[in-house]
């Protein structure tokens, strides 16, 4: 396994989580806060703690695990510390529901990841794991159906990259669905709309929207 050096930008659930398996995974993890300090007392050994500003600049791979509504203003601050990386888009941008829950996109039309890969020329932008309730980002093995991780993206070798990141929090390749350039995005961010109608239903149980064949 080639060590990669990542930095996730997010400490919630998702970002914490990734960043616990990809770390157990032997690659080098910088996870970017708002508050290091008071993030680095919650972080697992081997695990570095940093503002998001160092964090996207120290890595070679870095995660966007931050809210999708607001990602395209924050990710477009650090223009200069993204150039050269890829850029993994792991967000939904939705606003929500009075309920709480995801209600429309912030981008119809159109995706989250499409606007980020204009406004960061630089920078080599995938989307995938948007698709599933959290946990199955790391565990996907847990679920009785084989679920599927979908990739989009313009570059052929960042998307290699990023598969085999896949891998490593146990994605198996059968699963792993390229579905081609980065315009692809806006098909799997328009998924998000029928999650909370499932959560509303069934509750917060582990799940992906996967394809069946």
């Known amino acids: 396994m080639t060590t990669t050096s990542i930095g996730i930008l997010g400490a919630g659930r998702v970002g914490a989580g990734l960043a616990d398996k990809l770390a157990a995974a032997g690659h080098r993890i910088t996870l970017g806060v708002r508050d290091p300090q008071g993030a680095a007392a919650r972080a697992h050994p081997g695990i570095t703690v940093a503002d998001q500003r160092t964090a996207a600049r120290t890595a070679d791979v870095v995660i966007n695990a931050t809210p999708g509504d607001g990602s395209l203003e924050r990710l477009t601050g650090l223009r200069a510390e993204l150039t050269g990386k890829i850029l993994v ?22 995706s989250l990841a499409e606007q980020l890969q ?46 085999g990141l896949l891998g ?30 499932i959560l509303r239903r069934h509750g917060f149980q582990p799940f992906a929207v996967s394809l069946a064949r």
């Open 89 to 110: 888009d792991v967000s939904n941008a939705t606003r929500d529901a009075d309920d709480g829950l995801p209600g429309e996109l912030c981008h119809p039309g159109g």
């Open 168 to 197: 490593d929090l146990g994605w198996r390749p059968g699963w792993i669905e390229d579905l081609g350039d980065i315009t692809t995005a806006r098909a799997t961010e328009a998924m998000i709309l029928v999650v909370p109608h």
């Open 118 to 163: 204009a406004a960061l020329p630089g920078t080599r932008v995938v989307k995938t794991l948007n698709t599933m309730l959290f946990p199955v980002m790391t565990a996907p093995g847990t679920l009785a159906t084989p679920p599927t991780a979908y990739l989009s993206g313009d570059d052929e070798s960042a998307k290699e990259t990023v598969a």
